[in-house]
């Protein structure tokens, strides 16, 4: 719940998730004014680049195009239409990344990920810079240093997409 008129453009949280499991689901919308690779979430640590490390994860805008990424340990992408809520999913469960956007993987096959994640820093709406800030809205984010199973992270999808209206596959 975000009461009316509140808003926040960057926050970051101190965490610990090692190991070679994490999960994370989180309700957004992209907006077309977002910066080029603007973040919903990022994880890892601090002045450390969240893009390209196995020990890390992000979940961003594509680019300048109309669609999400998922990095580490290697890309996943899917499409996504600006200003409709999303619920966006990313399940490490120590041997393959699973990302997802409303319930469905962003490729066709999970991407293999067996590396211990080394985070202590969660960042919401941007990276350091303004450079990432995300043009766009996040509703709820939930975290968890354990990897969920397929029957929970989906429960969990369906309860956020029926808050916010988004149809969960």
Known sequence: YR???????FLASTVTINGTTCSVALVGALESNSAANGRFM???KPATPDYDRVTSFLVARNASTQGLISYSPSTATASTTYGAASVISRVSNGTDDRPRLNGTLFTSAP??????????VLRFG????????LGGGIGDILVWSTALADFD??????DLGAFYGVTVQ
């Open 42 to 44: 990022s994880a890892t």
């Open 153 to 158: 992270r989906l429960a969990v999808e369906r």
């Open 111 to 120: 991407v293999a990920h067996t590396a211990s994640f080394d985070i202590t």
């Open 3 to 9: 009461p009316a008129g509140t808003e926040f453009h």
């Open 126 to 133: 941007s990276t350091d810079s303004a450079v990432d800030s």
